[in-house]
Structures are given as C-alpha cells and as structure tokens.
C-alpha cells in the first residue's frame, strides 16, 4: 500500500493521560497536514509541515499538543494531559505541493477516545 | 479567517435522480476548490477540484461550478447511484502561497434504490 498510513487506528486512554500517533505520507509528498474531526463536521486544520518545517498552526492547537516530522518523513502528533474534548479522529494527509497542485491524499485517521 | 458554508446538511434522492451540494466561502483570495467524498468510516478521497481561473469542471457524472463575484462553487452529480451515497465536503484553500483549507460541514447524500 503506497498511500498515506497512519497508526495506531484506534487508542482508549484515560484522561490525564499522553498519546502519540504517528502518520507516513506517501514517500514522495513534501507536505504533511494534521486534522481533527468530530461527528457531523468536516475535517479542522491543526497544522502542516513543509518538508521538516511546521510551518503553520492553527489557533485549535493548544500547547498541550505538539507535532513533530524530524527528517521531513513521517510524523508524530502529541497530546498530554488528554481530556474528554479531545476524543475526534485525528487524520493525516499528505501533497506534493508544487506550482498549482493542491491535492491532499488522506489517510484512514486515528480515532482517539478518552474516557 | 475563511469561513465555509455548506448546504444542505442531508440530501435525499431517488437513483437516477441529480444531486446539487453548494458553497460559499468569504474570503476572496481563496483560489483552489477540492470536494471530498467520504464513506462511512474510510477516509476522505478527492472526487474533483476546480481552481479560481476555471469557471466549470466536468468528470463524468460529476461537474463543479465556481462563481468567483458570488463566492460561491456547487457540485453537481447526475445519474445518481446507490454508490454515491456518502458524506461529501467541499474545501476552499486559501491563496498567496498557503495551502490551508477550511472545510464545510458536510452533505449526507442518501441515494435511494
């Protein structure tokens, strides 16, 4: 499977307690976005990474979460001190941005959920 | 920041039938148009895109139609099949060297066989 992959697909946690979830995007894809989504909504822009930079975040992102991609691959995406509001589908998506291409390919998301 | 508006939040429609999902978003430097179609719990897959030098698209049973004065952009599916039913999203990217989109709500399309 050459597309973008994400793990683990589900996670139980307690509240107050950290989760790590990592994405691979397709090889070749310079950009790498994070997303939550709720029930009923569309997919929320948390933040994006060119290559190794994170160049964006948006104001959802509270300092309990952190976003890492260290060699401009894979990515992880950290949340301390989880709380109930934080139980969403965590997708990953992967571009290779370039000129005028903008097409996100998604993967299957994490599906948080915190008891 | 770009605000999205989707409408209608379901739709429901007899096989055969045309189904229409419109947008509008506020922000005029928004230049790149994706729709997204999701599956219950799968991912969302791009079903067609329209950038803001285009006025209409087509791909098959599928067409986008963009008004850039109105700042609104519609997805048409014609013929529709049982298939079709599904979650759909439109997005509007916000221009000037950033690639970050802002989704609408969603449309449950119901095709009825």
């Known amino acids: 499977d050459t597309g973008v992959s994400q793990d683990p697909r589900h996670k139980i946690t307690k509240r107050g307690q950290n989760v790590t979830f990592r994405c691979d995007p397709i090889?070749?894809?310079?950009?790498l976005y994070w997303y939550r989504q709720t029930l009923g909504q569309g997919p929320e822009f948390l933040t994006y990474?060119?290559?190794?930079?994170?160049?964006?975040k948006s104001r959802l992102l509270s300092d309990r979460f952190s976003a890492e991609r260290p060699k401009g691959s894979f990515s992880t995406l950290e949340i301390q001190r989880t709380e109930q509001g934080d139980s969403a589908m965590y997708l990953c998506?992967?571009?290779?941005?370039?000129?005028?291409?903008?097409?996100?390919?998604f993967g299957p998301g994490t599906r948080l959920t915190v008891l | 920041g770009e605000n999205v508006e989707q409408h209608p939040s379901t739709l429901s429609v007899q096989e055969g039938d045309s189904a229409v999902i419109k947008c509008t978003y506020s922000?005029?430097?928004?230049?790149?148009f994706p729709w997204y179609k999701q599956e219950l719990g799968k991912r969302p897959q791009l079903i067609i895109d329209i950038r803001s030098n285009v006025g209409e698209k087509k791909d098959q049973r599928i067409a986008v139609t963009l008004n850039k004065t109105a700042k609104h952009f519609s997805l048409h599916i014609t013929e529709t099949q049982p298939e079709d039913s599904a979650v759909y999203f439109c997005?509007?990217?916000?221009?000037?060297?950033?690639?970050?989109?802002?989704f609408g709500r969603g449309t449950s399309l119901i095709v009825h066989p």
């Open positions: 090889s070749e894809h310079n950009r």
């Open positions: 990474f060119q290559n190794e930079a994170q160049l964006e």
């Open positions: 998506a992967s571009s290779w941005t370039s000129g005028t291409n903008n097409e996100q390919f």
């Open positions: 922000d005029s430097a928004s230049n790149y």
């Open positions: 997005a509007a990217h916000r221009g000037g060297g950033s690639y970050i989109p802002t």
